[in-house]
């Protein structure tokens, strides 16, 4: 017999099964909701529902954007640096980059890492779409591999700078001011900040 509604138990099931949500915590949301007035409720439902249909995938970086922009601000904009293209793993990175201020280059958003164990292979990121932008910007003079410092992280920067090895760019790692393991996202400002200025060639 349930013990709860089967609504609120829904909910709680929905929570629980995005990522570092547990059962208690996914339990507190659900309890929070269902006392908190209901536009809360209702502002959430419509955020949720919105998300996908008015998002969509830069055609340039295949960061994330509006549906109806084909191309994304950073990408727009006439006051980046052309030459220069940060490679990261997903567009929480772009976003903890970008707040440093500290670099003004490009971005390349590859929707991931390399992971075997999770048959996650190169055709399953943007590493295609890199290259023929690469091929098609001869302005692209380096390429930043901003993948964190983690062995799926690592495992991707190696294999990106074996086949950047045929293009006539410049390839270079973040420095190690990133601890191993952690992610861009949840680093300080300092930290990216050195980072960026003591990436260092790949050879």
């Known amino acids: 017999m349930p013990i709860l509604p089967e609504p609120l138990q829904n909910l709680i099931d929905a929570f629980e099964s ?17 006392k908190a007035p209901n536009y809360l409720s209702d502002n959430l ?3 949720l529902a919105e998300l ?12 994330i954007t509006l549906a109806k922009q084909e191309v994304c601000d950073i990408c727009a904009s006439s006051q980046r640096d052309d030459g220069v293209v940060c490679v990261v793993e997903e567009p929480l990175d772009v976003l903890a980059l970008e707040r440093t201020g500290g670099f003004n280059g490009r971005y390349h958003v590859l929707h991931g890492v390399l992971s075997p164990i999770e048959g996650i292979g190169p ?13 098609a910007h001869p302005a692209i003079k380096e390429v930043i591999l901003a993948t964190n410092p983690s062995m799926e992280g ?35 400002t300092n930290t990216l900040l050195r980072a960026l200025a003591g990436r260092q060639e790949l050879d």
């Open 123 to 135: 055709e399953d990121l943007k590493i295609r779409e890199l290259f023929e932008r690469l091929k």
């Open 154 to 188: 690592d495992a991707t920067a190696l294999y990106l700078q074996r086949q950047l090895g045929v293009l006539p760019v410049r390839v270079t790692r973040l420095a190690r001011g990133l601890p191993v393991g952690s992610d861009l996202e949840y680093a300080d």
């Open 18 to 34: 995005l990522p570092g949500i547990g059962p208690k915590s996914a339990s507190r949301l659900a309890f929070y909701l269902l």
């Open 45 to 47: 439902a419509i955020a």
């Open 52 to 63: 996908k249909k008015h998002t969509g995938s830069c055609k340039v970086c295949c960061n």
